[in-house]
C-alpha cells in the first residue's frame, strides 16, 4: 500500500554504522532505523545469536513455558526495577497492553470509565487506541471516531496535570514519554518526572512511561527515567530491545505487575524464543560494550560539535539532546534535507516538519560523529541558503534576477 513516501535509495548490505546502497555507494547511518540497531548493522553477535536460535526453533506458542522468554523477564525487570514483563512485537502493541493494563486497574477498583491523562506532542503508536493517546492530530485524521478515556494535557507541565485529577474523579494512570521522540525531542523540565511520580503516588494513579524510543541505552542511562531516579510503574520498551527484530515489552510494577490474569491478554508471536534470544543479546552486548554511558560521552560531543557548526547558522533556532537523541531545530519546514543528507552519504531523520532527529547508533565512533557532524553542517548551509535564494528569486520582478 502507498503509505510511506519512501527516499530514493535502497540498501542492501550493513556493517557497523553503515549501510551500501544498490550501486555500492556507501552511507554513514546517524538514524540507525529510527532508534531501532542501536548495536548498529550485522553485529556478529547479533547474526550468531539470531543464525544459533534458528537452528535451534522459532516459536512454539505461549501454550508451552518458553525458558528464554523467562530469562528475558528477568533480565529486563531487573535493569528496570520491575516486576513483571509483557512481550509483544511492537511498541504500539506494548502500550496498547498498558492501556488495557491501566483500564483494567481501573475496573478492579470500580472506576467505571477509567481515564488516562496524555500530553500534547506525544506518540504512542498507530493503533486506535494508541493514535487515540498521541498528541497528534495528522496520525488521527480520518480514523475517528477515537478510543476515548484520554485526558490531554501540556507536555512539561505537572500543573495542567493536576487540574485534570481535580476535576475527574476517573483518572486512573498517566501515560507520558520521558524525552518526545516522533513530537520534536521535547527534553522537559528537570524535576517533571519527579513531580509526575509525585502526583501518581499522591493519588493512587499508575505512571506509565513510554521509552520505546528513550529506552535501551539511548539518552545514556538503560532508561531515560533513571536520569531522575524515577521509577514507573509501567514502563513500555520495544525499538531497541531488538535491534531489528519485532519485538516490544510491556513492564508492571507492584500492584500494577497484580492486575493481568491468565486470559486479560495475549498475542500470538509474543515473546517467542527466536526474539527472545536475540534481545537477551542485544542486553549483553549493551552491558559488556558499556553503552550507555558510550551514548552520555559521544552525545555530549556531538551536541558540542553540532552547536560549533552549526549554532550560528541562519534559520537554526535550537540545538539540543541526551545522549545519543539530538535535534537540530530550524525555523521552517525541512524535509528537502533528507535528500541533501542522502547526497552528501549521511542518513538523517526530520520530524515534527523542522526538527532534524540524529539517533545514531550506540556503537558510533568519534571520527564518525565527527563526520556526521560535518556532512549535516554542510546539507543544513546548502538548504538555508537554498531557501534564501529562491526568497530573493521570488521577490525580484519579472526578468530582475541579476
Ligand atoms: C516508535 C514509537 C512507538 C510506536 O512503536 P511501533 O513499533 O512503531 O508501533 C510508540 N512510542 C514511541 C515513543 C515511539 O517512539
Same mark, same amino acid.
Given at each position: ?37 542501536g548495536l548498529g548493522h550485522a553485529h556478529p553477535a547479533i547474526t550468531a545469536a539470531l ?149 501518581? %503516588?499522591? +493519588? /493512587?494513579?499508575? $505512571? &506509565? *512511561? ?6 535501551? =541505552? ?5 532508561? #531515560? ?92 533556532? %535550537?540545538? +539540543? /539532546?541526551?545522549? $545519543? &537523541? *539530538? ?6 519546514? =525541512? ?5 541533501? #543528507? ?61
Open positions: 500500500m502507498n503509505l510511506f513516501a519512501a527516499l530514493p535509495v535502497a540498501f542492501v548490505r550493513g556493517e557497523g554504522a553503515w549501510l551500501w546502497d544498490t550501486q555500492g555507494k556507501k552511507y554513514l547511518d546517524a538514524l540507525a532505523g529510527i532508534a531501532v540497531c543464525c544459533d536460535q534458528a537452528g535451534k526453533l522459532l516459536h512454539t506458542s505461549n501454550w508451552y513455558q518458553i525458558p528464554l522468554q523467562e530469562q528475558l523477564a528477568e533480565r529486563i525487570c531487573k535493569l528496570a526495577d520491575m516486576d513483571n514483563a509483557f512481550f509483544c512485537n511492537s511498541g504500539a502493541e506494548a502500550n496498547e497492553a498498558a492501556i488495557k493494563l491501566a483500564r483494567l486497574h481501573g475496573h478492579q477498583r470500580g472506576i467505571l470509565t477509567p481515564g488516562i491523562i496524555v500530553t500534547e506532542g506525544s506518540f504512542h503508536g498507530r493503533t486506535l487506541a494508541t493514535l487515540s493517546a498521541s498528541g497528534n492530530r495528522k496520525i488521527q485524521s480520518g480514523f475517528e471516531p477515537l478510543v476515548q478515556g484520554f485526558y490531554r494535557v501540556p507536555y512539561n507541565d505537572l500543573d495542567a496535570i493536576r487540574q485534570v485529577g481535580e476535576h475527574n474523579k476517573d483518572v486512573v494512570a498517566v501515560l507520558v514519554e520521558p524525552i518526545t521522540g516522533e513530537g520534536g525531542i521535547s527534553i522537559p523540565d528537570a524535576g517533571y518526572l519527579k513531580g509526575l511520580r509525585q502526583i501518581c %503516588d499522591e +493519588r /493512587g494513579w499508575l $505512571l &506509565m *512511561l513510554d521509552e520505546i524510543q528513550t529506552g535501551m =541505552c539511548r539518552t545514556g542511562k538503560w532508561f #531515560a527515567c533513571q536520569h531522575e531516579d524515577v521509577v514507573p510503574d509501567v514502563m513500555t520498551l520495544a525499538k531497541g530491545l531488538g535491534n531489528g527484530v519485532p519485538i516490544g515489552a510491556c513492564l508492571a510494577r507492584g500492584k500494577a505487575a497484580q492486575v493481568f490474569k491468565p486470559g486479560s491478554h495475549g498475542s500470538t508471536f509474543s515473546g517467542n524464543p527466536l526474539v527472545c534470544r536475540v534481545a537477551l543479546t542485544v542486553i549483553d552486548e549493551l552491558e559488556k560494550g558499556k553503552l550507555a554511558q558510550r551514548a552520555a560521552k559521544l552525545g555530549a560531543r556531538l551536541l558540542a560539535k553540532l552547536k560549533e557548526a552549526l549554532g550560528q547558522v541562519a534559520g537554526v533556532k %535550537d540545538i +539540543r /539532546g541526551r545522549g $545519543l &537523541m *539530538l535535534a537540530v531545530e530550524l525555523d521552517r519546514p =525541512c524535509k528537502e534535507l533528507l535528500q541533501l #543528507a542522502l547526497d552528501r552519504g549521511l542518513l538523517i531523520n526530520v520530524t515534527a516538519e523542522n526538527v532534524i532527529r540524529l539517533l545514531p547508533p550506540l556503537i558510533m565512533t568519534d571520527d564518525e560523529a565527527d563526520i556526521v557532524v560535518r556532512e549535516l553542517a554542510s546539507a543544513v548551509r546548502a538548504f538555508v541558503e537554498q531557501a534564501t535564494t529562491g526568497a530573493k528569486e521570488q521577490l525580484s520582478p519579472v526578468g530582475g534576477r541579476a
